[in-house]
């Protein structure tokens, strides 16, 4: 099986500040997959493998408080303001062997993978150089037999995780 689904901001109307600003944030999303499986060999040996994506830009507008005394923003800090977006992307992969080689005995290998990377914390006033890089990786492994007796049931895992979730300014130095 296949899937995609896409929209952009040629098939959405402008946001107020958009309007008043006289053009739209680049902004989109794309969420697409597929999948696959079958038999290797017949009635003994499967595999099963999917993979989902996803590619986010959403619309954000930047804004100014009123500088004191009405004095108008710096023009280096103007052009900051306005319709602007912030981007999300995701892959998440999964696979899976399955091996049955009698009644008794079955054995089973699966991986996934997901990989996430976003920047947040940017509307309002904070500006993308006030963004938060944040990324989040993930690998699972999973060896399991299972072995069925008349009375009984043994299940073994074998497992491996990697987890890593890495928020980090996108700006070491003053954001505006």
Do not use: C
Request: hydrophobic fraction near 30%; glycine fraction near 8%; proline fraction near 6%.
């Amino acid at each position: 099986s296949f899937f995609w689904d896409r929209t952009s901001d040629l098939w959405r109307e402008a946001t107020p500040t958009e309007e008043r600003a006289g053009a739209k944030a680049h902004t989109s999303t794309e969420q697409y997959g597929m999948s696959v499986g079958g038999p290797i060999l017949k009635d003994r040996l499967f595999y099963f493998v999917t993979y989902e994506g996803k590619d986010i830009t959403s619309p954000r507008t930047i804004s100014a408080n009123p500088i004191a005394f009405n004095a108008p923003l710096p023009a280096d800090l103007f052009a900051l303001t306005g319709p602007t977006a912030a981007p999300f992307t995701e892959g998440l992969w999964f696979g899976k062997l399955t091996w049955q080689p009698d009644g008794d005995n079955l054995v089973e290998f699966s991986m996934k993978q997901r990989n996430e990377d976003e920047i947040t914390g940017v509307d309002g006033q904070n500006t993308y150089s006030y963004g938060t890089q944040k990324s989040n990786d993930s690998t699972r492994g999973d060896l399991r037999w299972q072995f069925n007796a008349e009375n009984w049931l043994n299940d073994a895992h074998l497992t491996y995780e990697d987890e890593s979730w890495s928020p980090h300014a996108i700006n070491t130095g003053i954001g505006f």
